[in-house]
């Protein structure tokens, strides 16, 4: 087992230098920091004086890959290469473009987003469960066809729609939560409820949409069919046998994204104002702050290949019958 | 004897010569009113694209693993209606993909003088709309502007008053009846659709009448009971929903703004339609520009193994694991960085926009291909391992023969399956890239842009509520739509489904 895992985490790290250098070519190749110097600074009347300023300010004056001027190691380690995309991996970010230090911004805005990305997830999987358990239980009836033209329906909303809608019905007609906003302490609970009710909603759809034809694929089994021949009700079938069984395929589909909800909900975040990564990546893309995109892209990288890593595991884990290969 | 082959042969050819009068009757009216055709890239990709469909559908046609679950879907009475809605859309976005420049009137140094801005077919149509612009907002139908003016009176009185609108309802009397003239008009369109599904329903009448030989009884009866497999009632009645609502906003249209205007008194009923080709273009042309190197890599990786299959599973693996949004932001700022250090690529703001479009489709289609492209490699390595293949490979035939002529047509199905699936998730996705500001170019008109101007216009007092339902209600109807239709393409194609 613990081989197993050392394997899985070795190959992740080729796959975490391929998107070093694929952001490294995007940020740096593609784009000369010349160009970026040129377009943050805005206007035709930009002096060569200015790019050089803007560009010694964050250290991009340096050669890409092959400093010829320095000494030992240093050709390789005064680069922009080595200092933007290499540091990466040490976790040291660097600073934004208004000079604060990006670990320790992503470290304040870490709970926030796990204020409500957390919450939102785990009920999210509970209603989700609960409505697919209700149309399989109901399953070839009028409840179901409802049901599922009802998660259709859902499914053909943009998010943004239920943010919106939530926004104006619970904040500005009946005034029950703030419209947007963040405190501290207990005072955050009351921000918090709106966001994560409409992630949980937005979720339904999709979710118990794909959790019921797990649910009815598990219930077309033979020991589904040997339970009811031993002649138990169909609702301790779906519960002890077809529920338990089919959280597997839920579960560790579910790993998967565990990791990435420290990265936040983006669009949820920067709508109801709230202080965390999500809208950290948005604010930045919106300013065009290129070294805390380019951390948020290493960072989300790196939590979802764990979130790999942790399926495989999870998968071990529950179903013995997998070998460790 | 000979009358009947012909009218067989004449039935056979009624698309393609349809196709082909409609291509004809373009130059024609390009020849005639001396327009200037401009080719976007995009365009150009709708053709290949309603091109390639049309190929596809005469193949399968005769291919008997495709037309067989081809024959399910139209049997689906849901599937059948989504079509119908589906078409509905799709001809709004081929109207509006064919793009030229009309004269502007007089001629200049170096030959004829044209229009500056790139004008559509669709922009002929909804010439009225697009050109009747208010001050500022205004509610549907309404007379009068949403905000309040200060008039100066001869005698130096000043008074804040709603003022009329320039365009919306001006054919009304002061003080004369409003609602009334709603009601007549929607009750002429009503009519319109009416007549005009009867006509539709007329030519279609004698084509069947002939196709089967049959009285114009039998085929009304046949139809109305809903005895043959095809579901016609449903699509037909679908059809006449939709021409009656085409016709009453249609008769709306002509004196009000149907949807309102938006901030700076644009229409918003011919934004919300102009964004119908944004929907569809993102919806489709990112599946087809980077279907051929998905199907590639999956089939190259899936059938040579090795290290062949190393590479390429490492770098999907690597494109999957960056966040999508992020990737996609990250290639859209540097985009943004390049049209703004190099303007002199993009003369006009149609084709800055057009081609950032396209470049937002080949962005998506990157970090949506991995998926593709593994289930592809999959359904590769099994077809390997399948007798005919065995039998291919024994006989000697060259691997690229193999690729093409045994696994490429296997794993069709598949690709499909995705093309349709991805299309309603790449519509959402639209809407939300736009909000985070690495959506299409601000100037194209897009559901995006709208719902992202409505977050400051819900917040208005009193609320400005338009833009954001008419861009629901588009985009609800095109992506509920493609869902269903999804569903049942998935159905029939996937050989792991039982037979019902």
């Known amino acids: 087992m613990l081989t197993y895992i050392v394997r899985r985490v070795l190959y992740a790290i080729p796959i975490l230098i391929g998107v070093n250098l694929l952001t490294f070519t995007l940020f740096f190749v593609v784009n000369t920091p010349d160009d970026m110097a040129r377009m943050h600074l805005g206007g035709k009347r930009v002096t060569p004086e200015m790019v050089q300023r803007w560009k010694a300010e964050r250290g991009y004056d340096k050669p890409l890959i092959f400093n010829v001027q320095a000494a030992g190691v240093e050709k390789l380690t005064d680069t922009i290469f080595y200092k933007n995309s290499v540091r990466l991996f040490a976790f040291q970010f660097g600073s934004s473009d208004d000079g604060r230090d990006i670990v320790q911004d992503i470290k304040q805005r870490m709970l926030p987003s796990l204020a409500i990305a957390v919450p939102a997830f785990v009920f999210g999987l509970m209603v989700n469960i609960s409505f697919a358990l209700l149309l399989a239980f109901f399953r070839a009836t009028y409840v179901d066809t409802v049901g599922t033209v009802l998660c259709v329906a859902m499914m053909s909303i943009s998010g943004l729609f239920y943010i919106i809608a939530g926004q104006f019905l619970l904040s500005k007609l009946l005034r029950l939560v703030p419209i947007s906003g963040y405190d501290t302490g207990w005072e955050a609970l009351k921000f918090i409820l709106l966001p994560i009710a409409i992630g949980v909603v937005s979720g339904i759809g999709s979710g118990a949409r794909w959790y019921r034809t797990l649910f009815l694929e598990e219930m077309g089994k033979d020991y589904v069919r040997t339970a009811r021949a031993k002649g138990l009700s169909e609702y301790l079938v779906l519960f002890r046998h077809v529920l338990k069984n089919g959280m597997i395929p839920i579960l560790t589909g579910a790993v998967v994204v565990i990791p990435l909800l420290f990265m936040g909900a983006l669009i949820t975040e920067s709508f109801f104002g709230i202080p965390g990564l999500g809208s950290y990546t948005i604010d930045a893309i919106n300013s065009q702050d290129f070294a805390i995109v380019r951390a948020m892209v290493f960072l989300g990288s790196l939590l979802y290949i764990l979130g790999l890593v942790m399926t495989d595991i999870s998968y071990t884990l529950v179903d013995p019958r997998i070998r460790l290969q | 004897m000979s009358a009947s082959i012909t009218k067989q042969r004449l039935r056979q050819w009624l698309l393609p010569v349809i196709a082909l009068a409609s291509v004809c009757a373009y130059i024609a009216a390009v020849w005639m009113y001396d327009l200037k055709t401009v080719w976007l890239w995009t365009d150009l990709l709708v053709y290949v694209l309603i091109v390639s469909m049309a190929a596809f559908f005469s193949v399968a046609k005769r291919r008997a693993h495709l037309r067989e679950p081809l024959q399910r879907i139209v049997e689906n009475r849901t599937a059948m209606v989504c079509l119908v809605v ?166 709306l249209a002509g004196e009000y703004h149907v949807f309102g205007t938006d901030k700076v008194g644009k229409d918003v009923l011919y934004k919300s339609v102009k964004s119908i080709r944004t929907g569809l273009i993102i919806g489709t042309l990112t599946t087809l520009v980077m279907l051929p190197f998905a199907v590639f890599l999956g089939i190259l990786a899936g059938y040579l193994r090795g290290w062949v299959d190393d590479v390429i599973q490492y770098l999907y693996t690597t494109l999957s694991s960056i966040p999508g949004v992020l990737l996609i932001a990250a290639a859209v700022l540097m985009l943004q960085a390049y049209i703004h250090t190099h303007p002199d690529l993009f003369p006009t703001e149609a084709e800055r926009a057009d081609l950032r479009l396209l470049f937002l489709c080949i962005i998506l289609g990157i970090t949506s291909w991995t998926g593709l492209c593994r289930l592809i490699r999959g359904e590769t390595m099994k077809l390997c391992e399948a007798d005919f293949l065995l039998a291919a490979r024994a006989f000697g035939q060259h691997p690229v023969g193999i690729m093409l002529r045994h696994i490429l047509p296997n794993v069709m199905h598949i690709v499909l399956i995705s093309v349709v699936l991805d299309f309603s998730g790449l519509v959402l996705a639209e809407a939300v890239l736009s909000y985070v500001g690495v959506g299409v170019d601000p100037a194209t008109n897009s559901w995006g842009n709208m719902i992202n101007a409505a977050r400051l216009e819900m917040a208005r007092e009193p609320m400005v509520w338009w833009p954001l339902l008419s861009a629901f209600i588009f985009m609800f109807v095109l992506v509920l739509a493609a869902n269903l239709f999804a569903d049942v393409v998935r159905d029939a194609f996937d050989p792991r489904l039982k037979r019902r």
């Open chain 2, 86 to 251: 589906l078409a509905g859309f799709m001809t709004i976005g081929v109207l509006d993909s064919v793009h030229f420049r009309l004269p502007s009137g007089g001629a200049g140094d170096h030959g004829k003088r044209y229009a500056p801005e790139v004008t559509s077919i669709l922009d002929l149509l909804m010439a009225q709309q697009r050109v009747q612009m208010e001050k500022t907002y205004a509610s549907p139908l309404s007379l009068w502007q949403y905000e309040k003016v200060t008039v100066e009176y001869p005698d130096g009185r000043h008074e804040r008053v709603y003022p009329r609108l320039q365009f919306g309802g001006a054919h009304i009397a002061p003080g004369a009846a409003h609602r009334q003239d709603i009601l007549r008009r929607v009750a002429s369109g009503v009519g319109a659709g009416l007549m005009m599904g009867g006509l539709i329903a007329l030519l279609a009448l004698g084509y069947a009448m002939s196709r089967h030989a049959a009285s114009a009884r039998e085929v009304v009866s046949g139809v109305m009971r809903a005895t043959g497999a095809i579901p016609w009632r449903a699509m037909w009645l679908t059809l006449f929903l939709l021409l009656i609502a085409l016709g009453v906003v249609w008769a």
